[in-house]
């Protein structure tokens, strides 16, 4: 379960770094506490399938490439 938070930590993070969000404009977006945006990213939140469905779509990316293993 940590390794899968910690994959899911890194792909949130990156996906918002790279399309140059802040976790504040992520969660307003997505309509998600900002603190659930930092929780996850931080490994100490456990999402709901909602919650991760409204960040890929903001995110433009999908549940399976959020979960999605590091190499």
């Given at each position: 379960?940590?390794k899968?938070?910690?994959?899911l930590?890194?792909?949130?993070k990156?996906?918002r770094?790279?399309q140059?969000v802040?976790?504040e404009?992520?969660?307003?977006?997505a309509?998600?506490?900002?603190?659930v945006v930092?929780k996850?990213?931080?490994?100490?939140?456990?999402?709901?399938?909602?919650?991760l469905l409204k960040l890929?779509?903001?995110?433009?990316t999908?549940?399976?490439e959020?979960l999605?293993?590091l190499p």
């Amino acid at each position: 379960m940590e390794k899968l938070k910690g994959d899911l930590a890194a792909n949130l993070k990156l996906a918002r770094r790279s399309q140059g969000v802040a976790q504040e404009r992520l969660a307003l977006d997505a309509d998600v506490d900002r603190t659930v945006v930092s929780k996850i990213e931080r490994c100490v939140g456990n999402p709901s399938l909602d919650t991760l469905l409204k960040l890929a779509n903001r995110l433009d990316t999908t549940v399976s490439e959020l979960l999605a293993p590091l190499p």
